[in-house]
């Protein structure tokens, strides 16, 4: 018999954010990339790259901090090998992309086979004075670690850079119209190679976030998907910062709800509660592309080649 | 200062070169990293690539294995192939390659424990429909909605993997396997199994369907007009427009394709090689078929090549394993550096270096 009375609201919403935090990190970073006219299908690989990375460097180090910039570090040279690769020698990005995540797969499960089934030391839960101490909202919402408010910090600096700053508004002309932005004087290559370091990172953060604290733990091919799941939620979130949030903590609850299902022994096939995440993404990409995708910047995907 | 001028058409020369280039560009780079993990490069080159085919000690075991590791490889990537060319994404072929098996190995045991000679065939059709089936959800997707195809064929490989666990140790469990998951082991069944046709040549009826479907892929891209409207989709899709082509008939075809042969390749797959379902018995075909696809060149012939090299690879990569004690997942890596060096030389394809300042006309 289904017990969904063992389902507590307050830890089920804590557990969302933790569990959208990386996919939220991921997508925020591939989005500013897209902003720029880049599609890196790269970042299940960066992720990967990352969490290993993180891991690896927490474990010998003793401090998940110095994991997670190690991560941020790793995965952003392996973007720049991307971003030299398609934007220096005008490889197709797609293929590209693919390249970078089989090999980010491969590289992982190389570094990560000494490291499976350790432990790592792992974030501590923030102490927020006051806020932490309400009766419902304080457990809920002020009680996560500092990379849970780091990545909502992140969205909301990506959503004002690119509303309100000169530069934001330079990476935009760049994704929309790369003839133009080069004709206006703007360095079209490097701009992107910017934008394509930065969402390396950001993976790479997530990524870290899943081996140091969502699991935590390394074993390989730990991402299952949630790269791809980034770029679904772009294309969900039609490339906005905002709805980038909503869509990474929807899917965060997506599964965070499958599972308490498959703990509370719902009268549901497990197979079919472990691919829910998918089909939903499945069925948000078809929802959304059936209204009409909006908002893609106009040069994504295309190489550019100053030509005279 | 060094400048790069797009060629007005890609290089021949270029085309045929940067592939060997790459794999020589992956043999060092790879030697350094067999150097940073401990092993002799030269010894560790040489096993991966040398020893699998010309040791006398073990290359009588290792050959045939080229073959078995090659067929579902250059099925599965001469379907993406078609589809690449037409600028289609499909590479969720590995979830393709999933469902065929599931399927064929399902129409199979359902008839178990029948030795009739049209049990082969009609797996062999219902792992085909299977793996058609699965590329179709992406293909009627994007036809009716425009949803992108990279992406809703690439979540269908994690649904296909939860079918796959749900099947082996439900649906298709093996009835007197003592509850452990896992199907009916093929090779105990004559009527079902996919076995060698010449014994100690590795041919099996996977072999000789990737040799056909070489055939079939060079006659169709060379000389058929599907195959002119499919190149002409990718390279100049407002002409193609223009001309006639249907783009939602080109994704309907492409994915189909590819879909079916991948679905193929997972049911003589798990029928010879694997020999039962089981939980993991893809072992990542359909990603490393995307590397096969490009090294090709897209082209039948070179995909051919390709997975001939690419299979050496594994074969190679498990004697190093073995002998060298290097990680099995350094030559996912090598794998992955292969694509890598091949994209990066492919700017020689498409442009020329200049050096010299550019003149202010």
């Known amino acids: 018999m289904m017990d969904l009375s063992s389902i507590s609201p307050i830890l089920l919403i804590a557990s969302i954010m933790v569990s959208a935090t990386p996919i939220l990190l991921a997508a925020i970073g591939e989005m500013v990339v897209e902003k720029s006219g880049v599609l890196n299908l790269g970042v299940e690989g960066m992720m990967i790259t990352g969490a290993v990375v993180g891991f690896a460097l927490a474990v010998n180090t003793g401090s998940a901090v110095t994991g997670f910039a190690a991560a941020a570090c790793a995965s952003a040279a392996l973007a720049l090998v991307f971003g030299v690769l398609t934007q220096v020698t005008l490889s197709n990005q797609v293929a590209t992309g693919l390249g970078l995540t089989l090999a980010g797969l491969g590289l992982s499960a190389l570094i990560g086979k000494p490291y499976e089934g350790m432990k790592s030391p792992t974030l501590p839960k923030l102490d927020i004075p006051v806020l932490g101490d309400l009766p419902v909202l304080g457990r809920m919402l002020f009680a996560h670690d500092a990379m849970v408010y780091l990545s909502l910090l992140l969205v909301l600096a990506v959503w004002a850079f690119l509303k309100f700053t000169r530069a934001g508004l330079i990476l935009r002309a760049v994704g929309e119209s790369h003839h133009s932005a080069h004709a206006l004087g703007y360095k079209v290559v490097v701009v992107r190679l910017c934008a394509i370091v930065f969402g390396g990172a950001c993976a790479g953060l997530g990524g870290a976030y899943l081996s140091l604290v969502r699991v935590p733990q390394w074993t390989e091919g730990m991402t299952a998907g949630a790269g791809w799941i980034a770029l679904a939620i772009v294309v969900f979130a039609s490339w906005r910062a905002g709805r980038v949030l909503i869509g990474a903590y929807l899917f965060g609850g997506v599964t965070v709800l499958q599972l308490n299902l498959q703990a509370a022994g719902a009268g549901v096939p497990v197979a079919l509660l472990s691919a829910s995440p998918y089909v939903v993404t499945i069925i948000v990409l078809v929802v959304i592309s059936a209204r009409g995708v909006h908002g893609a910047p106009a040069s994504l995907g295309r190489p550019f080649h100053a030509s005279r | ?361």
Request: aromatic content about 10%.
């Open chain 2, 1 to 361: 200062m060094i400048r790069l001028e797009k060629r007005p058409q890609p290089s021949q020369a270029w085309t045929l070169a940067t592939p060997v280039l790459a794999v020589g560009a992956t043999m060092i780079a790879g030697g350094i990293l067999f150097a940073v993990l401990g092993a002799d490069p030269l010894v560790a080159i040489r096993t991966i690539f040398w020893d699998p085919l010309f040791n006398p000690q073990f290359a009588g075991f290792t050959r045939p294995q080229l073959l078995v590791k090659a067929a579902p490889l250059i099925l599965i990537a001469i379907g993406l192939s078609i589809g690449f060319r037409a600028g289609v994404w499909n590479i969720g072929a590995e979830g393709q390659y999933i469902m065929g098996a599931v399927c064929g190995a399902a129409a199979g045991l359902a008839l178990y424990p029948s030795e009739s000679v049209l049990v082969f065939p009609l797996m062999i059709l219902a792992g085909a429909l299977g793996g058609w089936a699965w590329a179709m959800i992406p293909a009627v997707l994007k036809v009716r909605f425009g949803t992108n195809e990279i992406l809703v064929s690439l979540m269908l490989v994690y649904v296909a993997e939860n079918v796959l666990a749900s099947v082996s140790s439900g649906l298709l469990r093996n009835p007197e396997g003592r509850g452990f998951p896992g199907s009916r082991n093929f090779r105990n069944w004559e009527a079902a199994h996919n076995a060698e046709l010449i014994p100690g040549t590795g041919m099996h009826w996977g072999v000789v369907a990737a040799f056909i479907a070489v055939i079939l892929a060079y006659v169709l891209m060379a000389r058929h007009i599907q195959g002119f409207n499919i190149r002409l989709t990718g390279e100049a899709p407002r002409a193609a427009r223009f001309a006639g082509v249907s783009p939602a008939r080109i994704v309907l075809v492409c994915l189909g394709t590819a879909g079916l042969l991948a679905g193929l390749a997972g049911l003589f797959e798990v029928t010879g090689p694997a020999g039962q379902i089981s939980i993991d018995f893809n072992s990542g075909y359909g990603f490393t078929a995307i590397i096969v696809a490009f090294l090709g060149r897209l082209h039948p012939v070179g995909i051919l090549l390709a997975g001939l090299l690419m299979a050496l690879t594994y074969i190679g990569g498990e004697l190093a394993q073995l002998m060298l004690g290097l990680p099995g997942a350094s030559i996912q890596l090598f794998q992955g550096m292969l694509l890598f060096f091949l994209l990066a030389m492919d700017v020689f394809t498409n442009y020329r270096l200049r050096l010299g300042r550019a003149e202010v006309a």
